[in-house]
């Protein structure tokens, strides 16, 4: 029996890469599955163009090694690397016509002309561009570049796209519009993708897996929903949701818990007349569909470094409410909160790990 490994599978062994001083790589290592769309997310200067980059071959890492299809691809040019790259600034040739940028790769690996301009042709049809195959880069809006640069990717019929952040100076509609398209794409090609972004609700959404990373090194993966239920450690818990997880280190009106930081999210935290925690209103944000609630808790605690931290900051602890929009509370109503005692996270606060 033949054992092979899928076209599109990636695999990062020990990564590591620094520019001067700056360490943008840590130790990463990370396995793609062939035709998985994988979501890299982390704030700004995490690593993951870096990461890009190493795959595409456009930088050479300090230590470690990429492996495309089980083959280490260290001394293979970018251009014999079947990937393509979709960056967020489209990146099209300005002095050539749409169908001339879909056109020139093909041109570069000479295949002839009438094969190219099907080729050409059936991907502005996939990304419904056919009608602006003439007009040139500075003609269209900033959506219909994005899926011309997408288009192009497509004739390159890669084994593995690169999404640097794709979508990002999209505005928000259009941004959802083609966040939809690219999952489609997807669906239907089945090509092994790595997809950028520092936007976490990107991150919950497109994505078979998502890699958080933080420094050059990466925190969790997994399917974005179970990491959103059970982040590894605090900078996770902290960085995927929005508004962000509340944590209270020593557990004060989450429950006593000395040497640990409890989270519990927004949406976790009910209004109830019977509560536990009793909260007054300071703000709120009411968004059509929900409202935000910014409440602040008397902190009670044992926890002398929690009440200590407390006092200084000159105050109690401040909960994030998510309820639905009309719940009829003003700023500065006295509330009673009840967490749900299933959702609250505990995390050891030294390391800062899920425990
Ligand atoms: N060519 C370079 N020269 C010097 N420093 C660099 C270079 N490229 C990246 N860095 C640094 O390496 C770190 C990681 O950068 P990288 O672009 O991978 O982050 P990122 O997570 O993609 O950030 P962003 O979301 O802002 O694009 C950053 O501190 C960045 O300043």
Redesign the pocket.
């Known amino acids: 029996m033949r054992v092979g490994v899928a076209p599109g599978q990636i695999r990062l062994e020990s990564l590591s890469k620094s520019?001067?001083r700056?360490t943008?790589l840590d130790g990463v290592d990370l396995e793609v599955r062939a035709g998985e769309l994988i979501t890299l997310v982390?704030?700004?200067?995490?690593?993951?163009?870096?990461?890009l980059r190493l795959i595409a071959g456009l930088d050479r890492p300090d230590a470690g090694r990429v492996l495309v299809d089980g083959k280490d691809v260290g001394r293979v040019p970018p251009h014999r690397r079947a990937i393509a790259m979709v960056f967020q600034d489209y990146a099209l040739y300005p002095h050539l016509t749409v169908r001339d940028n879909l056109l020139f790769g093909l041109r570069v690996r000479r295949v002839p002309r009438a094969e190219a301009d099907r080729q050409a042709r059936a991907a502005a049809e996939r990304l419904e561009i056919a009608d602006l195959l003439d007009r040139y880069p500075d003609q269209m809006s900033g959506g219909q570049r994005q899926r011309v640069a997408l288009a192009r990717a497509l004739v390159r019929d890669p084994s593995v796209y690169l999404l640097d952040?794709p979508l990002a100076s999209l505005d928000a509609q259009l941004r959802f519009a083609t966040r939809t398209d690219l999952l489609a794409m997807h669906q239907e090609l089945r090509t092994t993708m790595v997809h950028?972004t520092?936007d976490q609700a990107e991150a919950m959404t497109l994505g078979d897996r998502v890699v958080v990373?933080d420094r050059?090194r990466v925190r969790q993966v997994g399917p974005p929903q179970e990491v959103y239920d059970e982040p590894a450690d605090v900078f996770v818990a902290g960085f995927l949701g929005s508004p962000p997880m509340n944590l209270v280190v020593g557990g004060g009106v989450l429950g006593d818990a000395p040497g640990l930081t409890l989270g519990v999210r927004p949406e976790d935290l009910a209004l109830d007349p019977e509560g536990p925690i009793e909260v007054t209103v300071e703000a709120m944000e009411t968004l059509g569909s929900e409202a935000i609630l910014l409440t602040r808790a008397r902190a009670s605690t044992r926890d002398p470094a929690a009440a200590a931290a407390a006092a200084a900051a000159g105050a109690g602890v401040r909960l994030t409410v998510r309820t639905g929009p009309r719940h009829g509370v003003r700023p500065g109503d006295r509330l009673r909160l009840r967490p749900d005692p299933a959702r609250i996270h505990r995390f050891d606060t030294e390391t800062g790990r899920r425990r």
């Not at 982390?42 to 990461?51: E, F, L, Q, V």
């Open positions: 520019y001067g700056v943008a982390g704030p700004s200067g995490s690593g993951k163009s870096t990461i952040e950028v520092h990373l050059g």
